[in-house]
């Protein structure tokens, strides 16, 4: 049976990027998702399809404060840039079940999400010690390189799905401009395609805003 999954978040690149990295793994299905956590709290239909709710961030927290739930089952999941063991399982009325960093790599999320479903409590994100072995070996791409603002740029289109004809309209550059920008990016960041991008853009908390 597939785990039913939601994502909010305020940034369309973080759901983008979840997205992508549960697509990886047929067991997960991605039912729902959206920039407006209160709309997705008040959709009884969606709520009672969902297993695993993740939610990003304050904007998260202070939502679910004041929120009953009403479909007991689901599992709530925050995401936080800053994790540590003295962060409250409980907000007001809802319980949170387990903490994803927003460093994770997407074994990490996935293991989180089915322990999570599981009804166990994962405290698999205290800072450097549990990131993958190869993040402790190496420095990461985006912490090693800098892009440029105008990669900056072109990138977060590229996570918005714009074409690259679309984005050097948007940006009022060339064609065989944005193609350069892209060949940099992917050889800066050690990735071989467009969900590459995107995904070490979100695995390493690149900000392209």
Not at 21 to 36: I, N, R
Not at 101 to 107: A, G, I, K, S, V
Not at 156 to 166: A, H, M, P, Y
Not at 173 to 200: F, Y
């Given at each position: ?49 969902v297993d695993v709710f993740i939610w990003d961030g ?31 399982h409980h907000y007001g009325n809802v319980k949170v ?113």
């Amino acid at each position: 049976m597939r785990i039913k999954v939601a994502i909010f978040s305020e940034q369309w690149i973080v759901i983008h990027g979840l997205s992508r990295m549960l697509s990886f793994d047929p067991s997960f299905e991605l039912v729902a998702s959206g920039l407006d956590g209160q709309a997705l709290l008040r959709d009884r239909q969606i709520l009672e399809q969902v297993d695993v709710f993740i939610w990003d961030g304050e904007a998260a927290v202070s939502a679910l404060v004041g929120w009953e739930n009403p479909v007991k089952h689901i599992k709530i999941v925050l995401l936080s840039r800053n994790y540590n063991k003295g962060l409250q399982h409980h907000y007001g009325n809802v319980k949170v079940d387990g903490f994803i960093h927003r460093n994770c790599d997407d074994t990490t999320l996935h293991r989180t999400i089915r322990e999570v479903h599981r009804g166990e409590f994962p405290d698999n994100v205290e800072a450097a010690e549990n990131l993958p072995a190869e993040n402790k070996r190496k420095p990461s791409p985006v912490n090693a390189v800098s892009l440029t603002k105008r990669e900056r740029q072109v990138l977060k289109l590229i996570t918005e799905e714009f074409t690259n004809q679309e984005i050097a309209d948007q940006l009022c550059i060339s064609l065989r401009t944005v193609e350069t920008h892209r060949l940099n990016m992917t050889q800066k960041l050690a990735v071989k395609n467009t969900a590459g991008l995107v995904k070490e853009a979100i695995r390493m908390g690149l900000s392209v805003y």
